[in-house]
């Protein structure tokens, strides 16, 4: 499969800087896993050399740590934006299914990168940075599948979806979700849109809400 082409554009600036190394190690760590993955390449890849990473990240990990958090975060704001732009459950859930499909191989590859690397978020580190951005990271999750939940709890309320274990359901759901990003690959023999269209109903069909009929072909 052909390298996926990541734009960065060097800026000059502390901040953007960091951005780049960001966007560098989520390219490397989704291409080749983690472990793989050479803090020298990083470096190569933003035109810096390896010690001048130091001053944006305390090591590999903790930008690894930093990957997941904007990750999370950015799944967050779509969770927030959507859910509180539709009145009717039904109709922000489902919003809410094929909002998420919708990214860019950027986005893609660190979806990959969290769904692969989220174990490590339950290991404590020794060094301050680290564990700042391990303990953000994890409570990030938490709030997320706390949002999620809930909304699902509200979707019981109304009848939208049959009672169940919010908790269990949540689970079920994003479990589901993030499967997609072990094997699915930019590029590749299938489009976000084709496994937006396979997925999406069943997501609907796990909570018990019925997709909607397809349209009759017109004779």
């Keep these: 499969m052909p390298r996926a082409t990541v734009k960065r554009t060097v800026g000059t600036s502390s ?17 080749q896993g983690y472990e793989d993955t050479k803090w020298a390449d990083i470096a190569a890849d933003v035109g ?13 990990l903790h930008c690894l740590f930093e990957i997941m958090l904007d990750t999370l975060s950015s799944f967050r704001t779509v969770f927030d934006d959507v859910t509180h732009s539709h009145e009717r459950f039904e109709d922000g859930f489902v919003a809410l ?37 391990r303990q953000r990271a994890r409570s990030r999750v938490r709030e997320l599948e706390t949002a999620w939940s809930n909304y ?25 979700y993030n ?16 496994v937006d269209e396979f997925f999406v109903p069943r997501m609907l069909m ?14």
């Design 15 to 31: 901040r953007s800087k960091r951005e780049d190394i960001l966007a560098a190690a989520a390219d490397h760590f989704g291409r």
């Design 48 to 60: 810096v050399g390896s010690t001048a990473l130091y001053h944006y990240f305390e090591s590999k």
């Design 97 to 133: 299914l094929h909002a998420n499909f919708e990214l860019n191989e950027a986005e893609v590859a660190r979806c990959r990168v969290l769904v692969a690397e989220q174990g490590r978020l339950s290991q404590p580190r020794a060094t301050e940075r680290e564990e700042e951005a």
């Design 152 to 176: 699902l709890s509200r979707g019981m309320a109304t009848g939208a979806i049959p009672e169940a274990d919010p908790q269990l359901l949540t689970r079920a759901v994003l479990g589901f």
């Design 179 to 194: 499967s997609v990003w072990h094997w699915y690959r930019p590029r590749g023999s299938l489009s976000l849109s084709d």
């Design 206 to 219: 796990i909570v018990g809400l019925a997709p909607a009929p397809a349209p009759r072909a017109v004779s």
